[in-house]
């Protein structure tokens, strides 16, 4: 009998115990809105990439990590309700924060002609490359046209004489989708 009153005991404790330690080990995070601009710039992570621009309250920067839920688009500017949550004993080369999208709550379309800089540096790895007369690629296989042939030769021969210069995109519209075209660089 006594070992029958001790065995349920043991069960009790462990019916509440066992789910006390999954909860404790699971972060409830916050909810936090961020804003992500149309355009991204370089960033050096494990290599070379292209970051989304993303303003959390402190203004924009790069953003280094992902948003589990969200495929970012070119061309057009999001407000974002995420949870944040830290990672506990996250790898070497990983982040310590997850971001999981909860709500798109607002996505604009820029107006064609807005544009951005990027600085291309060719002596690392380029931030683009040319495919052609007609146009090339960024960092991140986005492609993009060249407004003439003369600019993509004059970007071309920039990224061979390897020295930093800066292009400057636009937007253009080919059948109501958004398309980068290469302006001009400053000499």
């Not at 462990?14 to 601009?37: H, I, K, N, Q």
């Not at 071309?156 to 995109?169: I, N, R, S």
Request: proline residues 6%; charged residues 20%; contains cysteine.
């Amino acid at each position: 009998m006594k070992n029958s009153y001790s065995l349920r005991v043991v069960l009790m404790l462990s019916l509440f115990a066992v789910p006390g330690l999954f909860v404790a080990g699971c972060d409830p995070g916050e909810e936090v809105e961020m804003s992500v601009d149309h355009y991204k710039q370089p960033c050096f992570g494990m290599f070379k990439t292209l970051c989304m621009r993303v303003d959390d309250g402190d203004g924009f920067g790069n953003f280094y990590d992902n948003i589990k839920g969200f495929e970012f688009e070119w061309g057009y500017n999001c407000r974002l309700r995420v949870l944040k949550q830290d990672v506990r004993n996250p790898p070497a080369d990983g982040s310590s924060v997850k971001y999981t999208l909860e709500e798109v709550l607002e996505k604009t379309p820029v107006a064609p002609g807005v544009g951005f800089q990027l600085l291309v540096e060719p002596a690392s790895d380029p931030e683009l490359s040319i495919s052609g007369p007609a146009g090339g690629t960024l960092i991140d296989g986005t492609p993009f046209t060249c407004v003439s042939s003369e600019a993509c030769s004059r970007i071309g021969d920039a990224l061979e004489l390897g020295q930093d210069f800066t292009v400057e995109f636009a937007y253009g519209t080919a059948d109501g989708t958004f398309f980068l075209e290469a302006q001009a660089f400053p000499e």
